[in-house]
């Protein structure tokens, strides 16, 4: 319950809308990228970004559209799986009796197993090739657009909130012998090369900013807690039925 708490957020007046929440993105000793993120529950409703570019320190600033939001699936996926896990607790008459060890611990599978799932959408990203960055939605919530050698990926990893902005520059035909498409990664190194739309680019600069959210830290760590208690019951029945098993006479 507690961990399902924290993905309905308090509301703010008597609309009932869920509270927005800004969150500034950084990293120390560098501000070749900030970000300031307004996320509203599952959505990212607003993201301002500016970018130094490092060959000639020119500035650039883009934001999200006003009509444009970008729901973050992690979350969304996250708060269905503890929901599903207390669906599955309480979708029985108020009197209803277990009959045996064996239905507790089938329960306690049940719920363990959407409990992991929605533990595991926050602390395993999704891992993306390059050309399923520069063909995804994202691209297209900005003014003014991204310009063709940015590309920009949000995610959820553990309780932070990330940004990764990446620098590209295009292959000539002549330097394309050694081509090597890259893989899905989480996070694309310098050097990694894609083709996209009969053009070929190598990654010149990566850039990644995060802050923590503290609402998904309580999330994680009550999964954490719900997963023990969970198991702990388990041993305890497991205890039991074999204490029950065993009659010498």
Same mark, same amino acid.
């Given at each position: 319950q507690e961990a399902s708490h924290r993905f309905t957020l308090p509301t703010s007046g008597s609309g009932g809308a869920v509270r927005q929440e800004n969150f500034v993105l950084s990293t120390s000793g560098t501000d070749q990228v900030k970000g300031v993120m307004t996320l509203q529950g599952d959505a990212l409703c607003q993201a301002d970004v500016n970018l130094k570019m490092p060959r000639n320190n020119q500035l650039l600033h883009f934001a999200f559209r006003e009509d444009k939001q970008w729901k973050l699936q992690q979350i969304q996926d996250a *708060? @269905?799986?503890? @929901?599903?896990? +207390?669906?599955?607790? $309480? @979708?029985?008459?108020?009197?209803?009796?277990?009959?045996?060890?064996? !239905?507790? #611990?089938?329960?306690?599978?049940?719920?363990?197993?959407?409990?992991?799932?929605? *533990?595991? *959408?926050? $602390? $395993?990203? =999704?891992?993306? $090739?390059?050309?399923? +960055? =520069?063909?995804s939605g994202l691209t297209k919530m900005f003014t003014p657009a991204l310009p063709p050698d940015i590309l920009v990926n949000f995610y959820i990893n553990l309780n932070k909130l990330c940004l990764t902005v990446y620098q590209l520059h295009m292959l000539q035909p002549s330097t394309t012998k050694n081509f090597k498409p890259t893989?899905?990664?989480? #996070?694309? @190194?310098?050097?990694?090369?894609? !083709?996209?739309?009969?053009?070929?680019? !190598?990654?010149?600069?990566?850039?990644?900013?995060?802050?923590?959210?503290?609402? #998904?830290?309580?999330? #994680?760590?009550?999964?954490?807690?719900?997963?023990?208690?969970?198991?702990?019951?388990?041993?305890? +029945?497991?205890?039991f039925s074999s204490y029950w098993n065993y009659r010498p006479y």
């Open positions: *708060r @269905n799986h503890v @929901n599903q896990a +207390i669906y599955l607790l $309480t @979708n029985r008459d108020v009197n209803y009796q277990f009959k045996t060890g064996l !239905e507790v #611990l089938k329960l306690m599978d049940a719920v363990m197993l959407q409990l992991s799932r929605a *533990r595991n *959408r926050l $602390t $395993t990203p =999704a891992t993306l $090739t390059l050309p399923e +960055i =520069a063909s893989g899905g990664s989480v #996070l694309h @190194n310098p050097g990694a090369m894609f !083709e996209f739309g009969s053009q070929r680019y !190598e990654v010149s600069h990566v850039h990644k900013v995060e802050c923590v959210v503290p609402w #998904l830290n309580d999330a #994680l760590v009550f999964f954490t807690v719900s997963l023990q208690l969970c198991q702990q019951l388990k041993d305890k +029945i497991s205890v």
